[in-house]
């Protein structure tokens, strides 16, 4: 998959309430934009409500943060729907596209 052009993520009240229910903030969640170290997958969740992709990448405070993101109408932003600690799962795919890391 191309990489995803993300110039910007959406930051609202719920979201940033989900990400927080997992312990991550949303200075965290803008750093893995940030390093600009992140890949994007097609989100293999079977529901058909959730997000189409998901941004792994590490951050300033942990290894390596998963992000569900949503298009918006606008070119190159998108709004992640909660944030949390990556699974080892999306770790290892990670590290199959970026072997150095």
Known sequence: MPKLYIEDLLIDELNEA???SHGVTVTEVLSVLDLDDYE???NPSPDPDSSRWVIVG???VRDFVTIPI???PIDG???PRTAFTSSRR???AYRR???TR
Do not use: C, G, L, N
Request: hydrophobic share 40%.
């Open 18 to 20: 989900k990400m927080s």
């Open 40 to 42: 994007v997958f097609a």
């Open 58 to 60: 590490p951050s300033i």
């Open 70 to 72: 949503d298009a918006t």
């Open 77 to 79: 932003v998108y709004r």
């Open 90 to 92: 999306q770790v290892e």
């Open 97 to 99: 596209r970026r072997p």
